[in-house]
């Protein structure tokens, strides 16, 4: 499978403890986004990263957030101090090509449950 | 603040009928929409983009209008199929804003055997 992929799937944790998610995106992307999805809503846009570099962060992403592309391959997202209201799914898009509208490619996501 | 949204949360067709899906976007100086359909327990996936110069784009059994009079947009399904019950988001990007996709709140579409 040459999409892109997340890991993990699922992630329970309890309040206060520290997460991590993965996201490979397809081979050869330039761009990488972070979107997080609650129940019955849009994915919202949380940052994005051209190759290595973090361009933009949205006011969602608090102190407590922190993402990181650091070969502008693979990418990691960090949440330290989950709080209930991070459960929700979060998803990793890939796209090609340095024009602002190119078509992105989502994985199939890391559904994050805080106790 | 400025968002995408849809008119209808959920929508029932019978199979092989055509399926409008609807969406009212609120700032003009959007440039780009696309769909995208999301299954149960999958990441959103592409189905038709349009650009802000064009008022229509047909793809395969879908097609796309955009009504930049009034700021709308349609998904337009022919000959709906079981296969498409799915919510479908439409999203929007601004010019030159890194291609971050604005999302609404999305349309789920259930087709009836």
């Known amino acids: 499978d040459t999409g892109v992929s997340q890991d993990p799937r699922h992630k329970i944790t309890k309040r206060g403890q520290n997460v991590t998610f993965r996201c490979d995106p397809i081979?050869?992307?330039?761009?990488l986004y972070w979107y997080r999805q609650t129940l019955g809503q849009g994915p919202e846009f949380l940052t994005y990263?051209?190759?290595?570099?973090?361009?933009?962060k949205s006011r969602l992403l608090s102190d407590r957030f922190s993402a990181e592309r650091p070969k502008g391959s693979f990418s990691t997202l960090e949440i330290q101090r989950t709080e209930q209201g991070d459960s929700a799914m979060y998803l990793c898009?890939?796209?090609?090509?340095?024009?602002?509208?190119?078509?992105?490619?989502f994985g199939p996501g890391t559904r994050l449950t805080v106790t | 603040g400025e968002s995408v949204g849809l008119h209808l949360p959920t929508l029932s067709v019978q199979e092989g009928d055509n399926s409008i899906i609807n969406c009212a976007y609120s700032n003009s100086a959007s440039d780009y929409f696309i769909w995208y359909k999301q299954e149960s327990g999958k990441g959103p996936q592409f189905i038709i983009d349009?650009?802000?110069?064009?008022d229509k784009r047909q793809g395969q059994r879908v097609t796309v209008l955009l009504n930049k009079t009034v700021k709308h947009l349609s998904l337009q399904i022919a000959a709906t199929q079981p296969g498409d019950s799915a919510v479908y988001f439409c999203a929007e990007i601004y010019y030159n804003q890194g291609g971050k996709l604005i999302f609404g709140q999305g349309t789920e579409l259930s087709v009836k055997p």
């Open positions: 081979s050869e992307h330039n761009r």
């Open positions: 990263f051209q190759n290595e570099a973090q361009l933009e």
């Open positions: 349009i650009r802000s110069n064009m």
């Open positions: 898009a890939s796209s090609l090509g340095e024009g602002w509208a190119s078509e992105q490619y």
